[in-house]
């Protein structure tokens, strides 16, 4: 049973930093990608960052050179830098995961995951 746990959100005011954390388990084969979406009220669920097995990165244009995403490949976690922080990043942060799992003895199979969620709150 693949589980993604986050961490690390919470109360920051603005230009102040926080770290997020995901950690990926059960069953898995190998990771293609993993991010983090961010979701804020009345809003679609968008992208803010993303990193490959290979290590290349992909960022939404709003959060360059303020967020860092990164990866601890012998841990399956994926890591959320974000310094500078403003009003506007205010959301829930969802860690994705493109995973390949073992679904039954010598089957495995690409699939996507999702975290319950965290909340992040940028306010003075």
């Known amino acids: 049973q693949v589980q993604l746990v986050e961490s690390g959100g919470g109360l920051v005011q603005p230009g102040g930093s926080l770290r997020l954390s995901c950690a990926a388990s059960g069953g898995i084969v190998s990771i293609k990608a993993m991010g983090w979406y961010r979701q804020a009220p009345d809003k679609q669920r968008d992208l803010v960052a993303a990193?490959?097995?290979?290590?290349?990165?992909n960022y939404a244009e709003s959060v360059k050179g303020r967020l860092t995403i990164s990866r601890d490949n012998a841990k399956n976690t994926v890591y959320l830098q974000m310094n500078s922080l403003k009003p506007a990043d205010t959301a829930v942060y969802y860690c994705y995961a493109d995973l390949v799992v073992s679904i039954e003895p010598g089957v495995a199979q690409r699939r996507d995951y999702w975290g319950q969620g965290t909340q992040v709150t940028v306010s003075s």
């Open positions: 990193i490959t097995s290979g290590g290349s990165t």
